[in-house]
């Protein structure tokens, strides 16, 4: 994936490498309280991908792992009293995705689609719940399916799949 952003504007490549920890703090945010569970799995999720994860994104979260701790602090730092209301802040920044995903490969940019939903997920899962049932909250719940992203990619056969998109 690394290589498809180059031809990214810097300012792109900047929103796809804070995705993650943009996302952790809106998703950990919008229960209104930030949960170290929630933020501290984020990391801990973010160094099991960059070895374990779709191949075409180990990459990614390998970098992005690296300064993730420390740019998740900063964000939790910034936030106002009422962390609740920093959550549309974030998704709009989120939403700018919309923009940049059509840019990539379309398998690229469904797999890191799909992974950063999936992300949003486990981060809800993280924290609250008796034994983790019902863990994860209905403000949680309203944002882990990403629908400030709004774009689709295309559908792409399986052969055209492995002929078109090089693996990194």
Known sequence: MLNTLEKLTAAEK?????????????????DGK?????????TKLTEIRGYSHEERLQGYYD????????KVRMMVKALPADQK???PELAEQLAGLNTILPQLPPKIAGIFLKSLRTFATHIARASGGFLKIASISKEEKALIDLP???YVPPVIEEEEIEE???SE
């Open 63 to 70: 970098v992005v792992g690296k300064d993730f701790d420390q």
């Open 34 to 42: 930030v949960d170290e569970s929630e933020t501290g799995w984020a």
């Open 14 to 30: 900047d929103l796809v490498m804070n995705a993650l920890p943009i996302l952790t703090v809106m998703i950990a945010a919008a």
């Open 148 to 150: 400030m992203i709004t």
């Open 164 to 166: 078109d998109t090089p």
């Open 85 to 87: 209301s920093a959550v």
